[in-house]
Structures are given as structure tokens and as C-alpha cells.
């Protein structure tokens, strides 16, 4: 579906901005597909990511260069207005 030019103009360019257009996306464009056609590697990528997250937490101090709020925005999911700068320090 990410490739179909009758959902997205110019499907092959690369233009992260088209999930933030006020249009409707929603189900255009899932991870991993959704159902029972969803992949079967799903669940082993998430648990790769937790262990990678938990991994992350356990061995780095991980700070930011700005103590502001962050601001969010909501696009095709919620994100932050301006990347957080972070700083990662070994333990």
C-alpha cells in the first residue's frame, strides 16, 4: 500500500512529510501489518527492542542538553516538536 500511487502521490519518493498532511492515513501504513496477516516476526522485533531499550537504560546516563518541556505534535503518531538533544554517558 506504500507504494501505491492512488494513496500517495510520487509513492517512490522519499517524503516522511506525507504522514503529517491533514489527510486521512489511517491503516495506510502499519509496521507490521495488521491481523491475522500481520508478520510473523513481529513479536521477536518488539522483544528486540525492549531488550535493546532495557540495555540502553542498564549500562548509559542518559541526560538532556535543554531542561525546557518538550513540546509534542501529532502526526501519524505523537512526537516532539524539535528533536531532544541527549547525551549518553557510560556507567
Partial sequence: ??????????????????WARREDNNFKALAFGFGSRQC???R????????????????FHIDT????????????ILMPEKPPLLTFRPI
Fill in 1 to 18: 500500500m506504500g507504494r501505491s500511487p492512488l494513496l500517495f502521490p510520487d509513492p517512490l519518493r522519499y517524503d516522511p512529510a506525507r
Fill in 40 to 42: 510473523i516476526g513481529r
Fill in 44 to 59: 521477536i522485533a518488539e522483544t528486540e527492542i525492549m531488550l535493546f531499550l532495557v540495555h540502553m537504560l542498564k549500562n
Fill in 65 to 76: 542538553v535543554c531542561k525546557d518541556d518538550i513540546k509534542t505534535v501529532f502526526g501519524f
